[in-house]
Structures are given as structure tokens and as C-alpha cells.
Nanobody, 114 residues
């Protein structure tokens, strides 16, 4: 399976915003439900958001109200719009399909610091 490619991370001040992208092949994306995850330093990978192929979304309580996941099926891409960022949002962000996940991509680093 082709690994997804995450991008868009960077260094942001608290309260700032970022938009992450997840580009996947059609074999990964297509009609599959997709997830966003993150992994903070020294911690386990954490699920933060799901989007179905039709656009139904679900969020972890830690990000609900601040993050928004969108998908563009024609481009095999989904996005994570992050606002009101907090230092605890710092970590490496990954994407993968919900069922039958593929090998993890490289992730994209998000650092929230003043």
C-alpha cells in the first residue's frame, strides 16, 4: 500500500492556526473513512478526528470545536483545519484510513509555542 503524505505543519504561537493536508492514493482514499491522529513526545499515538467518505465527522474531545476535518474525494486529499492552537496540540500528525489501515506515513510536525 502507498503511504499517505502529510504536510502543512510548522511552528505556531498559541492561539494560532494551521491547515494540514493528507494526500493519499486512490487505493487508500476512494470511499474509505479516514482518520487524523497525533503523537505527542513520549506519548502514544492518539486518534483525534474521523471523516467518512460522505463527509460525516467525529472528533476527540480534546480538539472538538477547534479542529475541522474536510475531504476532497476528487483529489484524494483531506484537510485538518486547526484553530485556537494550544501547546498541548504539539506533536506529529498522521492520517490513515479507518478500516484496514496502511503503513504510516512520515507525519507532519506541529509545534505550538510562544
Amino acid at each position: 500500500q502507498v503511504q499517505p503524505v502529510e504536510s502543512g505543519g510548522g511552528l505556531v504561537q498559541p492561539g494560532g492556526s494551521l491547515r494540514l493536508s493528507c494526500l493519499a492514493s486512490g487505493s487508500i482514499f476512494s470511499t474509505y473513512d479516514m482518520n487524523w491522529y497525533r503523537q505527542a513526545p513520549g506519548k502514544q499515538r492518539e486518534w483525534i478526528a474521523l471523516i467518512s467518505y460522505a463527509g460525516t465527522t467525529s472528533y476527540a474531545n480534546s480538539v472538538k470545536g477547534r479542529f475541522l476535518v474536510i475531504r476532497d474525494n476528487d483529489k484524494n486529499t483531506m484537510y485538518l483545519q486547526m484553530s485556537s492552537l494550544k501547546p498541548e496540540d504539539t506533536g506529529v500528525y498522521y492520517c490513515n484510513r479507518h478500516l484496514n489501515p496502511v503503513p504510516w506515513g512520515q507525519g507532519t510536525q506541529v509545534t505550538v509555542s510562544s
